[in-house]
């Protein structure tokens, strides 16, 4: 059976501070591979999202990149973190759309 | 833009009665899903209907869709506390790509 896994769950870091969230998937492979922001109380924001190794669709300009290295690894960066960084970050695969998306349990990032 | 919009943004309903919240979007889709995040934690895909689909049914779960409307509702019948959640409806349109569009989300509490 496919597994997503990411982490941390909950991570602190101060302004100007790098970021590397790491998000894998097991027991599937050439995985669509996403990662969404969600702030307090509200809808999910696409930040990117792949097709296929080394590559990466942006949706929105930001602080923020993702690399895919690996066929079932997907790499959230940052070089230095600002305030508005803050929020709750999502991996998730599908194999196809039809089939819906899988999350993984999401990381909670508070820049201070 | 946002395609998926959810309303009520908050239902507030006693256990054994039936939730209905509906989502509205804008351009054409091949599919609508809906899905359920507890609070903190990743969302789970609950059920997909397809664009040529006016209702499908999983559970205690109903879904229609009226794509002449553009708008899909979600029911859920004989609620329990354990029903708790935010619930949003996600997109796929003939532009989207590998990826979904999701809502703001409807908050449901179910009281005992």
């Known amino acids: 059976s496919q597994t997503i896994h990411q982490w941390p769950a909950t991570l602190v870091q101060p302004v100007g501070s790098p970021l590397s969230l790491e998000c894998t998937v097991e027991?599937?492979?050439?995985?669509?591979l996403y990662w969404y922001r969600q702030a307090a109380g509200r809808g999910l924001q696409l930040l990117f999202y792949s097709v296929g190794i080394g590559q990466i669709s942006s949706e929105v300009p930001q602080n923020l990149s993702a690399s895919r290295p690996q066929d079932r690894q997907f790499i959230l960066s940052s070089k230095k973190l600002l305030l508005s960084d803050s929020g709750f970050y999502l991996c998730a695969w599908s194999r196809q759309l039809l089939y819906g998306y899988t999350f993984g349990s999401g990381t909670r990032l508070t820049v201070v | 833009s946002q395609q998926g919009e959810e309303d009520p943004q908050a239902l507030s309903i006693q256990e054994g009665e039936n939730a209905t919240m509906n989502c509205s979007y804008k351009t054409s889709i091949n599919n609508l899903q809906w899905y359920r995040q507890n609070s903190g934690r990743g969302l789970v895909h609950l059920i997909l209907i397809r664009s040529n689909e006016r209702e499908k049914h999983s559970g205690r779960l109903r879904v229609t869709l009226d794509t002449s409307k553009k708008s899909s509702s979600l029911l859920i019948t004989a609620s329990r506390a354990a029903d708790t959640a935010s619930y949003f409806c996600a997109t796929d349109g003939e532009t989207s790509g590998s990826r979904l569009t999701f809502g703001e989300g409807t908050q449901l509490t179910v009281n005992p």
């Open positions: 027991g599937t492979s050439n995985p669509n």
